[in-house]
């Protein structure tokens, strides 16, 4: 069971804009940063966000995040088909010593 | 171009042994903290082990810490994972993963199955 939990699934049409919470504690969010992952099944996750709210060089602009506490939110604009897939929040968590992973969401676009 | 290869995945009956071996290409090897990262099948993504660049500090999931056992080359640049005592639920795809903060750059897995 993970410490980090997310919405199981989140849906939007084509176009509109799609919102991915994570909740943490002050043992996690409270004192790292925050990362997103993208997940199609059969292949490679792919870093979408790091240090809460930073794009590595390739991700669009589409995709954004922010952290507020010890929780965080991945936002996701312009939703296209091929967004559908498994998103991920996780950090490092200082009292387990452990790299967390969120318990995912399943984003549809309809 | 960055380049993470798994290898030694396989059918293995529960109390067996694996080890998984990942090569890397195109990036200083020694650099990074590298990372397994394994998905069960219908379940998310879970954290297994890393093992730090610079200190070589090694970390394990409380679920395989006295059962795995993570370590390095960096002359070869390759990472690995002895895997003992496995169990069922250990049945996953296993994921070599670079990054300390952020696991930045992912191999395509190789599968791990243990049933009898």
Redesign the interface.
Known sequence: QSVLTEPPSVSAAPGQKVTISCSGSSSNFGNHYVSWYQHLPGTAPKLLIYDNNKRPSGIPDRFSGSKSGTSATLGITGLQTGDEADYYCATWDSSLSVYVFGTGTKVTVL | EAQLVESGGGLVQPGGSLRLSCAASGFTFSFYTM?W?R?APGK????VS?IVSSSGAI????SVKGRFTISRDNAKNSLYLQMNSLRVEDTAVY?C?R?G?????????TLVTVSS
Do not use: M, S
């Open positions: 990372n990262v998905q998310g993504l879970e954290w890393n970390n394990y999931a409380d994921y993963a990054g903060r952020e696991v930045d750059f992912w191999g395509q897995g």
